[in-house]
């Protein structure tokens, strides 16, 4: 049995379909002191208030009262490799008065969310929270570097002290040991 066919008031299929080509991200608030009015979103640095706007109101039918726009530059640093100091990309954020208060669901707990993931993505988290980790070594110590070599680097910072006390005269070496009488000074 075929479909009865649908009549349209106006002409269909010769109109291009432009798919976006940017990511906006919805940015939870990181105070419990933000207002339900305001949302902070993440955007690409060519997209201005007036595409914002529009995007909210035709993606998602949100009328917004205001927007406001920062972009942020992130830090220079030195490319470890090339060595030459360069500066990231910045980054946009736009915060949008909404005509209608939006709350945030609070966050799931660990259960909660196991029934959600499976094992792939259990692994995938975990991992990402290892690359998290290794990031902050790489920051903090310059290079990256995994949990055995910063105990490693401990270690030899305890032993570059110890030596530097033992060649400056301010300890005296022990092995704590007793040794055979015939070792010892006449």
């Known amino acids: 049995m075929a479909a009865a066919a649908v009549s349209k008031p106006f002409k269909t299929g010769l109109k291009n379909v432009y798919l976006p080509d940017h990511v906006i991200t919805f940015c939870r ?7 339900p009015q305001f949302a902070t979103f993440k955007v690409p640095l060519h997209f201005n208030k007036l595409d914002m706007r529009d995007y909210l109101l035709n993606a998602y039918s949100v009328a917004s009262l205001g927007v406001r726009s920062a972009v942020m530059r992130k830090p220079i640093h030195r490319n470890p490799v090339t060595r030459r100091v360069q500066r990231p990309p910045a980054i946009k954020y736009m915060t949008v008065e909404l005509a ?5 669901p609070k966050e799931p707990t660990k259960e909660e969310r196991k029934q959600w993931h499976d094992v792939q993505t259990e692994k995938r988290v975990e991992l990402q929270g290892q690359q998290d980790k290794a990031m902050e070594n790489y920051q903090k110590y310059g290079k990256l570097v995994n949990d055995a070599e910063v105990k490693k680097t401990a270690n030899r910072t305890l032993l570059a002290k110890q030596a530097k006390d033992l060649l400056s005269g301010t300890a005296k070496w022990d092995n704590r040991r007793d040794l055979d009488p015939k070792w010892t000074e006449k």
């Open 100 to 104: 209608k208060p939006f709350v945030w």
């Open 29 to 35: 608030p990181t105070r419990q002191s933000t207002l």
